[in-house]
């Protein structure tokens, strides 16, 4: 009658013998690649955290620069503003010596320091020191 036990052609055997290798073939070489893509993964990781620190650096950076311009600013009105000092220490100097001449005082020797422009008393420093001092303490 019908044979149960019955066997597969040879065809089939084959293909489903051939899926199975590729299956496992393929196995090594998904591992190799989802190997590589982790490791590409860290390397992006590492790369974004590198990133960040470079960042926080250039920002750092900048506010540096800020300060250093408006230094720079500040540096640049200070010696727009001495051509005016010195006109001004120029003009008091000839305004001196116009009244010398003037005078005609031949017999006083000149000085051997060029004469100040700014004049402190320092004779009265230690009374007013001392008259600070005591109202303070009181």
Known sequence: MYNSTRTLPSHLRQASTSSNSASTGQSPILLARINEKKAELENLKQLRDLSAGLAGQMQMLEEKLSTLS???????????????????????????D????????????????PQTLVRIPTEHAPILQEASSGGNGE
Do not use: C, F, Y
């Open 70 to 96: 408006d230094g720079t600013e500040a540096v640049a009105m200070v010696l727009g503003n001495w051509h005016n000092v010195l006109r001004a220490i120029s003009m008091a100097s000839n305004t001196e």
């Open 98 to 113: 116009t009244k010398g001449d003037n005078s005609q005082q031949k017999d006083l020797p000149e000085p051997a320091l």
